[in-house]
């Protein structure tokens, strides 16, 4: 039994470049969650999925992140013209339905924007 | 006002010492959530409760939903448990709602 995978492990990008982060869940889980968290920060929610469709977009933080998923599977987080403040961990979740399920976490991608 | 506060924010406990992390909160909730990150390593969910106490070895975790209040406790701490303990509160559509976390060190 797979946990939530994440590709990459790690990224180094040039500032103004697009980013994608992929996000593998949990065979059967129907909610997919991002979140992102800062070098000294807390964790922070970005956005969530109810099967493909993601009801709550709040916690993205600027029109150049942007996410989705196909299949009801996997997610992709993509970061357009890259700034140095989107250096973090991106980490995805997943859980069986949304809100009352334990929700299982990915190693994230800890990404560097230089 | 943060929605979720822990306290303390760092701890520092000889090896075998009982601790205790505290959690408060100011949103309404589905259930709130322990979690364990170690250091370079990913999270581990320990607990996910919405009343009374869970125990699982040596952590029990305890909630009043009435005081907005969760603990977590650690008993016979062992330099293994040092780590973040975070705690997270679930939102109305699911998405957890993080504390700053607490960092734990246990000294053999």
Same mark, same amino acid.
């Given at each position: ?7 990459? %492990? ?16 949990? %065979? ?87 | ?108």
């Amino acid at each position: 039994g797979a946990g939530v995978s994440q590709s990459p %492990s790690n990224k180094v990008t040039e500032k103004g470049k697009d980013v994608e982060l992929r996000c593998d869940p949990i %065979s059967g889980h129907t909610a997919l969650y991002w979140y992102r968290q800062s070098l000294g920060q807390g964790l922070e929610f970005l956005i969530y999925f109810q099967g493909n469709s993601a009801p709550d977009k709040s916690g993205l933080p600027s029109d150049r992140f942007s996410a989705e998923r196909t299949g009801g599977s996997v997610s992709t987080l993509t970061i357009q013209r890259t700034q140095q403040e989107d250096s973090a961990v991106y980490l995805c979740a997943s859980s069986l339905v949304q809100s009352v399920y334990e929700q299982y976490f990915g190693p994230g991608t800890r990404l560097t924007v230089t | 006002k943060n929605e979720v506060e822990q306290s303390p924010q760092n701890l520092t406990a000889q090896e075998g010492e009982f601790i205790t992390i505290n959690c408060s909160y100011s949103v309404g909730i589905s259930a709130l959530h322990w979690l364990q990150q170690h250091p370079g390593g990913g999270i581990v969910s320990l607990f996910m409760l919405s009343s009374g106490k869970k125990k699982h070895g040596r952590l029990i975790a305890t909630i009043n939903i009435q005081e907005k209040h969760s603990s977590l406790h650690i008993t016979a701490s062992h330099p293994r448990d040092s780590a973040v303990y975070i705690c997270a509160v679930g939102g109305s559509q699911g998405n957890l709602i993080f504390g700053k976390g607490t960092k734990l060190s246990v000294k053999p």
